[in-house]
């Protein structure tokens, strides 16, 4: 799907600010290829450290904003989810425990979970809030696991999801 504010080509922030709306957060070390981003084999410590320094310098005292292409996204999911009668769970990727122990982060991860608890705490999309943190040695990036790591991720994921849906 694209979106006609964004040119193709562009590459934006998993974090995602609209306090900026003409800057693009810096990721550092991306190997974009045709159909989304290839796999990378070995952790870079020093990309987490480029990253987490960007998001610091963007996202430091600004309140969480969803971005308008990621709010519309979100409206068409609703409607999705209503008219197929679907049930969906929206989770947090992976970040480095660097990145995520990082105050000014969680000031702004703290007020994206409150505004995803409030919007999606019951009903048929579900907001999991939970985080899955990982060493740097096992990321190529602030919030991109290496090609081995995402096994841990996804189980660890699961058993959330578990809890999540028991309750």
Same mark, same amino acid.
């Given at each position: 799907?694209?979106?006609?504010?964004?040119?193709?080509?562009?590459?934006?922030?998993?974090?995602?600010?609209?306090?900026?709306?003409?800057?693009?957060?810096?990721?550092?070390?991306?190997?974009?290829?045709?159909?989304?981003?290839?796999?990378?084999?070995?952790?870079?410590?020093?990309?987490?450290?480029?990253?987490?320094?960007?998001? $610091?310098? &963007?996202?430091?005292?600004? /309140?969480? *904003?969803?971005?308008? %292409? +990621?709010?519309?996204?979100? @409206?068409?999911?609703?409607?999705?989810?209503?008219?197929?009668?679907? $049930?969906? &769970?929206?989770?947090?990727? /992976?970040? *480095?425990?660097?990145? %995520? +122990?990082?105050?000014?982060? @969680?000031?702004?991860?703290?007020?994206?979970?409150?505004?995803?608890?409030?919007?999606?705490?019951?009903?048929?999309?579900?907001?999991?809030?939970?985080?899955?943190?990982?060493?740097?040695?096992?990321?190529?990036?602030?919030?991109?696991?290496?090609?081995?790591?995402?096994?841990?991720?996804?189980?660890?994921?699961?058993?959330?999801?578990?809890?999540?849906?028991?309750?």
């Amino acid at each position: 799907m694209s979106d006609p504010e964004i040119p193709d080509g562009t590459l934006l922030s998993p974090i995602g600010t609209e306090a900026l709306p003409q800057e693009r957060v810096k990721v550092s070390d991306w190997r974009s290829v045709a159909r989304g981003v290839s796999r990378v084999a070995s952790a870079n410590p020093a990309a987490v450290t480029l990253d987490l320094a960007e998001w $610091r310098r &963007v996202l430091s005292g600004r /309140p969480f *904003a969803l971005p308008p %292409a +990621n709010r519309r996204a979100l @409206a068409e999911l609703e409607r999705i989810v209503e008219e197929r009668n679907l $049930r969906v &769970v929206i989770v947090n990727g /992976p970040l *480095a425990e660097t990145v %995520a +122990n990082d105050p000014d982060i @969680a000031t702004y991860q703290l007020g994206r979970d409150q505004q995803f608890r409030e919007r999606f705490g019951r009903g048929a999309i579900r907001y999991l809030d939970w985080q899955g943190v990982y060493e740097d040695s096992q990321m190529e990036s602030a919030d991109h696991l290496v090609a081995d790591a995402p096994q841990i991720y996804s189980s660890a994921l699961a058993a959330e999801l578990k809890r999540l849906l028991a309750r």
